[in-house]
């Protein structure tokens, strides 16, 4: 069964660390583009960071680029967000997708959802 398991999300004080973990199972890890997307209360879902099978090519949205850093780690199938200098905006839950194919950043490109979660970045 295909699988994506996430962990690491918590409490944070405003300009604290956080690194979330997604480990993948069930397909041939260096086949997939990863990403990690977020939704805050009453927002839409957007993408926050992707890397491409092979981890030649990563992207960032605007708000995060210099604070966080996507690297996957092909021996453990897992791919990381490294989150620093977090802010109160930050607050949402994080939700780690995958594709087989080429990279992209449009979520519905995506078809391989972990179950997400929760940061929250207090001030």
């Known amino acids: 069964q295909v699988q994506l398991v996430e962990s690491g999300g918590g409490l944070v004080q405003a300009g604290g660390s956080l690194r979330l973990s997604c480990a993948a199972s069930?397909?041939?890890?260096?086949?997939?583009?990863m990403a990690w997307f977020r939704q805050a209360p009453g927002k839409e879902r957007e993408f926050v960071a992707g890397i491409s099978r092979r981890g030649d090519l990563t992207g960032y949205v605007d708000s995060v680029k210099g604070r966080f850093t996507i690297p996957r780690d092909d021996a453990k199938n897992t791919v990381v967000l490294q989150m620093r200098s977090l802010k109160p905006v930050d607050t949402a839950v994080y939700y780690c997708?995958?594709?087989?194919?080429?990279?992209?950043?449009?979520?519905?490109?995506?078809?391989?959802w972990g179950q997400g979660t929760q940061v929250t970045v207090s001030s």
């Open positions: 997708a995958a594709r087989t194919g080429s990279y992209t950043e449009s979520g519905a490109n995506f078809d391989l």
């Open positions: 069930g397909r041939i890890f260096t086949s997939l583009t």
